[in-house]
């Protein structure tokens, strides 16, 4: 072992968030050795600061082992860190901008507060609900009051969450991507749909166009603009009887600019805005209301293709100006906010929920 100053106590625990943990003189050394051990110093680490520890293990994909939980809380409590692990010490800090001459506290967390009632009455079919930003959509949907139609192509998962949300939540384990699946969801919601959630989608591999795989390309393109484009055609005739109805598409900061990601996925996206604008225009008036939705970086796991060379060398460069990561359950009150009849007066817009990242 290497013993350190003894801490007093430690508060930390998996739910502190990351810049806790790096400020721990035995975590953070823990901490700066393994991203050192991977070629990356914690700069690598700035968006994702405000993350719970458990959280940044569970989406790193293996580069942060779960073990590494309990050696940080022991180490933390002891203030010792156990031999054979690699450790580094705090960077030199960099030239920072002039004091502004005003003390700037720390951000207060953020904590989601439930509007009971708010879906009382009302069936909401959310895509990609197995997981991440669907998830947590059809969570809150679910505890405050509606009734959720969750659709995933993953049954699995899908059963885990429906276990855990309960009979408000009908499973449906579909392929948006089949145009007769827009079929499967109506017969399932039963009736009138109030709102739909377009969440699902998948990334690419960050390739120039020059560098883009035709299978990557065909598969982005089905599953980020044919899947959402066959439900709103499902769902909007009987929307347009009811005299009312609500749809959110998730863009992404990708369809805001073109530095974001690789051209499959950008081009994707900027095609979900088209839709979201024009079918806002086309059923102004009737209300139905069409908005979207763009996250900026979100802790939800998505895969991601191993990066093409030059794409993805590319937009490395851009993403150092991501302001943090966002947890999907944040992503989450943007949404239902839209889905909502608190989005009255609201048709054709582009949310940013970024953190800021839209405006650098």
Do not use: C
Request: net charge negative; hydrophobic share 45%.
């Amino acid at each position: 072992m290497t013993r350190r100053e003894r801490p007093a106590m430690s508060n930390l625990n998996p739910a502190s968030p990351l810049r806790n943990w790096l400020a721990d003189p035995a975590a953070g050394q823990i901490l700066r050795g393994m991203l050192a051990s991977q070629g990356q110093s914690e700069e690598a680490l700035s968006p994702a600061l405000g993350l719970p520890l458990e959280q940044l293990v569970k989406m790193s994909g293996g580069k942060f082992p779960a073990e590494l939980v309990d050696v940080l809380v022991t180490a933390a409590e002891t203030g010792e860190i156990p031999e054979g692990l690699p450790t580094a010490p705090p960077a030199a800090p960099a030239a920072t901008a002039p004091e502004p001459g005003i003390e700037i506290g720390t951000p207060e967390p953020w904590t989601e507060r439930i509007t009971s009632g708010r879906f009382a009455g009302q069936t909401v079919v959310v895509t990609g609900a197995a997981s991440g930003i669907g998830k947590a959509v059809a969570s809150r949907v679910v505890r405050e009051g509606g009734r959720v139609v969750a659709v995933d192509v993953s049954g699995d998962k899908l059963a885990d969450v429906a276990a855990e949300l309960g009979g408000a939540l009908v499973p449906v384990t579909a392929d948006i991507t089949e145009p007769t699946a827009a079929d499967t969801v109506l017969a399932a919601a039963g009736g009138r749909v109030h709102a739909l959630a377009n969440v699902a989608g998948v990334m690419d591999d960050d390739a120039a166009v020059h560098e883009v795989d035709d299978k990557i390309w065909q598969r982005v393109m089905r599953i980020n603009v044919d899947g959402p484009m066959y439900l709103m055609r499902a769902v909007v005739p009987g929307m347009l009887a009811a005299g009312g109805g609500r749809i959110v598409n998730i863009v992404s900061e990708a369809a805001l600019r073109g530095s974001a990601a690789g051209a499959a996925y950008t081009t994707s996206k900027h095609a979900l805005v088209g839709l979201t604008k024009s079918s806002a225009y086309q059923y102004a008036g009737t209300g139905v209301q069409v908005n979207a939705v763009a996250p900026g970086a979100v802790a939800t796991g998505i895969q991601v293709p191993a990066g093409a060379p030059y794409g993805s060398a590319r937009t490395a460069k851009m993403r150092v100006a991501i302001p943090g990561l966002a947890m999907a359950e944040e992503l989450a009150a943007s949404v239902t906010f839209l889905l909502s009849a608190d989005a009255v007066n609201l048709n054709g817009v582009v949310l940013p929920s970024d953190g800021g990242w839209s405006v650098a």
